[in-house]
C-alpha cells in the first residue's frame, strides 16, 4: 500500500500527533499573544492612571493653595489691616481659583458618570447659532488677552436640532478653550457651521496652535490620558475637555473627529445628522440673533 494512504494505521496515528502538536503550538502561541497584550494595556493603564494623579495633584494644589494663601491673608486682616483695593483683589483671586477647582471636579464627576452610562441629557428643540455665538462670546476675552484672533462664520440657514442646551454648550467651549490655550499669542482660532447636504449641521474649530501627531491624538481622546507633560504644563488642564467633549457629542448622536499636525495647528469637525435636525429658523428669526465682533454677515 502506497505510503500516505488512509488505511496505514501508523500514518494516521503520524497524521493525528503532528496535528495535536500543532495544534498546542498554535494555542500556546495565542496564548503568548493575549498574555502580551494584556500586559501592554495594564501597563498603558498604569501610566495614564500615574500621569492622571500627578497632573490632578498640580492642577488641584494650585487653586487650593491660592484659597488658602490669600484667605489666611483675609483672616489676619485684624492684626495687619489691608487696603481695600488689596481686599476686593484678594477675593477675585480666591474666587477665580474655587471657581477653576469647581469645573476640575465637574470635570471628573462629568467623566465618570459617562463611563458608568449614567449620564442622562436633557432634548429640547435649540437654535444651535445662539448657543455657538454665546461659547464665543464667552471666549473673546480670554482670546483677546492672548493676543489671539477669534473670528467665526455661521451660516443663516442652520437648522434647529433636538438636545440639551447647557451641554452642548459645554461641548464647545471645551474645544474652544484647548483651542486657545494651546495657541500663541498672534495665531489665530476661526469658527465655521453650516448646514449638510444631509440637511443636518456641521462645525469645524480649527487653530493654529502647537497640534497633534496621530499618537497624540489617540491619547488626547483617552479618558485621564494627557498628551505631554511638559505641554500639559505649559497650559494648564486636567486633560479631560476632549473625551468629555466627545462623549457629550455621541449622546446627541453626532460624530467628533480631529485633524491635527504637530506644530501646525488643530481642526476639530462636529457633526450631528440631518434625522435629528427640526425645521429651519425663520428669516425673523435668524436677523434677530447677535453675532460676535469679526463674524461674517
Known amino acids: 500500500?502506497?505510503?500516505?494512504?488512509?488505511?496505514?494505521?501508523?500514518?494516521?496515528?503520524?497524521?493525528?500527533?503532528?496535528?495535536?502538536?500543532?495544534?498546542?503550538?498554535?494555542?500556546?502561541?495565542?496564548?503568548?499573544?493575549?498574555?502580551?497584550?494584556?500586559?501592554?494595556?495594564s501597563e498603558l493603564a498604569s501610566k495614564i492612571?500615574?500621569?492622571?494623579?500627578?497632573?490632578?495633584?498640580?492642577?488641584?494644589?494650585?487653586?487650593l493653595n491660592t484659597v488658602i494663601g490669600f484667605s489666611k491673608l483675609l483672616n489676619q486682616h485684624q492684626n495687619r489691616p489691608l487696603p481695600d483695593k488689596e481686599i476686593v483683589e484678594y477675593a477675585a483671586l480666591i474666587h477665580d481659583a474655587a471657581g477653576r477647582l469647581l469645573?476640575?471636579?465637574?470635570?471628573?464627576?462629568d467623566i465618570s458618570k459617562l463611563q458608568s452610562g449614567a449620564y442622562t441629557i436633557a432634548s429640547h428643540e435649540l437654535n444651535i447659532e445662539n448657543i455657538l455665538?454665546?461659547?464665543?462670546?464667552?471666549?473673546?476675552?480670554?482670546?483677546?488677552?492672548?493676543?489671539?484672533?477669534?473670528?467665526?462664520?455661521?451660516?443663516?440657514?442652520?437648522?434647529f436640532m433636538r438636545g440639551d442646551a447647557n451641554k452642548l454648550k459645554q461641548i464647545f467651549s471645551n474645544i474652544l478653550s484647548n483651542a486657545i490655550k494651546f495657541t500663541?499669542?498672534?495665531?489665530?482660532?476661526?469658527?465655521?457651521?453650516?448646514?449638510?447636504?444631509?440637511?443636518?449641521?456641521?462645525?469645524?474649530?480649527?487653530?493654529?496652535?502647537?497640534?497633534?501627531?496621530?499618537?497624540e491624538i489617540s491619547i488626547a481622546m483617552t479618558p485621564f490620558g494627557q498628551v505631554d507633560g511638559g505641554r500639559s504644563r505649559w497650559r494648564e488642564g486636567a486633560g479631560?475637555?476632549?473625551?468629555?467633549?466627545?462623549?457629550?457629542?455621541?449622546?446627541?448622536?453626532g460624530h467628533l473627529a480631529i485633524h491635527s499636525e504637530a506644530?501646525?495647528?488643530?481642526?476639530?469637525?462636529?457633526?450631528?445628522?440631518?434625522?435629528?435636525?427640526?425645521?429651519?429658523?425663520?428669516a425673523?428669526?435668524?436677523?434677530?440673533?447677535?453675532?460676535?465682533?469679526?463674524?461674517?454677515?
Not at 492612571?49 to 487653586?63: D, Q
Not at 489671539?148 to 440657514?157: G, M, N, Q, V
Not at 479631560?240 to 448622536?253: M, T, V, Y
Not at 506644530?263 to 425663520?282: D, L, Q, Y
Request: aromatic share 4%; hydrophobic share 35%.
Open 133 to 159: 455665538t454665546n461659547s464665543l462670546d464667552e471666549f473673546q476675552p480670554q482670546a483677546d488677552s492672548g493676543q489671539i484672533t477669534l473670528s467665526c462664520d455661521i451660516s443663516p440657514d442652520l437648522p
Open 284 to 297: 425673523a428669526t435668524v436677523s434677530s440673533i447677535r453675532r460676535p465682533q469679526g463674524s461674517n454677515p
Open 1 to 41: 500500500m502506497p505510503f500516505g494512504s488512509a488505511g496505514n494505521p501508523k500514518t494516521n496515528t503520524l497524521m493525528t500527533e503532528y496535528a495535536s502538536l500543532l495544534s498546542d503550538a498554535v494555542l500556546r502561541r495565542r496564548a503568548r499573544v493575549a498574555e502580551h497584550s494584556a500586559r501592554v494595556e
Open 184 to 215: 500663541s499669542p498672534g495665531g489665530t482660532v476661526s469658527l465655521k457651521a453650516f448646514r449638510t447636504d444631509d440637511h443636518g449641521i456641521a462645525i469645524l474649530i480649527r487653530d493654529s496652535g502647537v497640534g497633534m501627531s496621530p499618537e
Open 263 to 282: 506644530n501646525k495647528g488643530t481642526e476639530v469637525t462636529i457633526t450631528f445628522p440631518g434625522r435629528h435636525s427640526m425645521t429651519a429658523p425663520s
Open 103 to 109: 469645573s476640575i471636579i465637574n470635570d471628573i464627576l
Open 49 to 63: 492612571k500615574s500621569e492622571f494623579i500627578a497632573n490632578m495633584s498640580h492642577e488641584l494644589k494650585t487653586p
Open 240 to 253: 479631560l475637555g476632549l473625551p468629555i467633549a466627545k462623549a457629550l457629542i455621541e449622546l446627541h448622536n
